[in-house]
């Protein structure tokens, strides 16, 4: 029986860099099958060249035994390619329906199409109404979308890139339930994920590439998740170091009742949050995207300036009527979650984008004048430091790839040695080798007297870092409690709130 898709000397070149170096790799029919690597690996580049985004410069890709080739998506998805992208195509005013048909190749009558995604729904347990409109949804009902799209083109391979990074655990589990019945029923996935853990659970095959470049080919479930990270970035994974007999200091951040306005059709506004976090102290705020976590990060970092003066406090100073420059001034630095356009902007250089957070606190302008020398010199170091791929200050942020950008940005805050620093999805798009890296240089932050709030949808992350946990749903925060003292099971079903993660709550209507 010959593969279902059969990579042999894959190769594809930009200016400067050799994405990918002659890789070669096949996928079998049912089988679900891993493609592992660090950013800049050349995960994205194989796939977008499997899906005929791009063409290879040189190589075969083979089809069910036959060289084939993709010279677009729709040529792809006629031969039965599928793709799920990591960042969902859909318009929020739109129904459920109206998005799905939209994605269609073909024109299909409303009611026929409407018939298919049900009986598609049904199948797959991918439980959600045809009628709701897209702004209605959680992340995760999102996803089953994109999902139910895909499906609907009977595909024979399914491509999807990183599918949990916004999931609660029940959602995961109900996601990996659907891939197996597809791979049951002779439908390969080829899966892209930095969760090695899953890897294991789901996986029969991992392909690894390291520097474009194929360097293994294993059995995830004969792996750990640790030497699948070790073959990833070539070398051995550090463990999260802190100091013995560590303990916090007073508080440092303290936040009371703390709202926002609703500014649009689709925005989700914080309402009454209050918590504290003491110097030393590591705060996690778990959360599926879209329940205010960025009305949060803006009213925290001064993008949002509320009416109550003593709504955001460090060390007892008031903060909560002054804007961006006035919170960094008195040692508040933050991240969002949107690094394109909103942490950095892409067409401007490395040097510059560190001038627009780190001049009032570096002294990078004097008078007036911007100094560039001590721009270039601490965007240097943020680069060597946090091992950011790019070949100097003067890059241009664009230039960089999504996850060398968040090392960027997370480096640039970290090495300001703010106060208090909140930072949302710290580790976003990066792999192991980076996210151990950033994790550290937190702790190593905390340890240093700063008070720290990290906002993530990895559960894994906020357990594995954070002294204390707390839980947004719909603008609301859960009292805050000890990492120590919580299971993934709660915070997942916390974090599910009224979307309908519980057993039932999201039946299809007849």
């Known amino acids: 029986m010959p593969y279902r898709l059969e990579l042999t000397g894959i190769t594809k070149r930009f200016p400067g860099v050799l994405a990918n170096d002659n890789v ?47 010279t677009n998506p729709k040529a792809a998805r006629k031969l039965g390619i599928g793709m799920v992208f990591q960042h969902f195509s859909l318009f929020e005013a739109l129904s459920v329906l109206e998005n799905i048909a939209l994605g269609m190749d073909a024109k299909i009558p409303a009611r026929e199409l409407e018939a298919r995604i049900r009986e598609v729904m049904n199948t797959y347990g991918l439980l959600l109404d045809p009628h709701r409109t897209v702004a209605t949804l959680s992340v995760g009902e999102r996803q089953r979308i994109e999902i139910v799209r895909a499906l609907l083109l009977d595909p ?87 100091q013995p007999g560590r303990s916090m200091g007073k508080p440092k951040l303290v936040v009371s009742r703390l709202s926002t306005r609703k500014t649009g059709h689709f925005d989700v506004p914080v ?52 804007g961006t420059t006035g919170r960094r001034k008195h040692g508040l630095c933050a991240v969002p979650e949107e690094r394109n356009g909103h942490a950095a902007i892409g067409d401007f250089s490395l040097s510059d984008n560190s001038v627009l957070t780190a001049r009032d606190r570096l002294g990078m302008v004097m008078l007036g004048l911007i100094n560039s020398g001590a721009a270039k010199t601490y965007t240097g170091k943020v680069i060597a430091d946090f091992a950011v791929k790019a070949l100097g200050p003067g890059s241009t942020a664009g230039s960089l790839s999504g996850g060398n950008l968040q090392k960027y940005i997370m480096g640039r805050e970290i090495l300001q040695k703010p106060s208090v620093l909140v930072v949302s999805q710290p580790t976003w798009g990066v792999d192991a080798g980076a996210a151990a890296a950033i994790h550290q240089a937190l702790v190593d932050l905390a340890a240093a007297g700063s008070a720290i709030v990290v906002i993530s949808q990895d559960l894994d992350e906020l357990l594995a870092l954070c002294d204390m946990l707390a839980v947004i749903n719909l603008g609301h925060l859960s009292p805050a409690r000890p990492v120590d003292g919580v299971s993934v099971e709660e915070i997942g079903l916390l974090m599910g709130g009224v979307h309908g993660t519980m057993e039932g709550a999201d039946a299809v209507p007849a």
């Not at 493609?35 to 050349?42: Q, S, V």
């Not at 390969?188 to 294991?200: D, N, R, T």
């Not at 470049?213 to 802190?242: H, N, Y």
């Not at 590591?282 to 993008?303: C, K, R, T, Y």
Request: charged share 25%.
């Open 271 to 322: 309402d009454d949050v209050s918590f504290t976090v003491r110097a030393g102290e590591i705060f996690g705020i778990a959360g599926v995207a879209g329940n205010g976590q960025n009305a949060l990060l803006d009213a925290l970092s001064g993008e949002i300036i509320g009416d109550d003066k003593d709504a955001v406090t460090i060390d007892g100073y008031p903060l909560g009527l002054l």
């Open 156 to 242: 024979k391979l399914l491509i999807m890139d990183e599918p949990t990074s916004v999931l609660t655990p029940q959602e995961v589990e109900q996601l990996f339930d659907v891939l197996r019945k597809l791979a049951a029923q002779g439908c390969s996935i080829l899966y892209i994920s930095h969760k090695l853990h899953e890897i294991k659970a789901l996986c029969d095959t991992a392909t690894i590439l390291r520097g474009g470049k194929l360097v293994d080919t294993c059995d995830p479930r004969q792996e750990t998740s640790r030497s699948m990270a070790e073959k990833m970035i070539g070398a051995g994974l550090k463990d999260i170091v802190r």
């Open 24 to 70: 070669s790799f096949a996928v079998k029919p049912g089988e679900i099958h891993a493609l592992l690597g660090e950013n800049g690996a050349g995960k994205s580049t194989l796939v977008k060249m499997i899906y005929g985004i791009m063409q290879p410069d040189a190589g075969e890709i083979a089809w069910d035994g036959q060289v084939v080739n993709v």
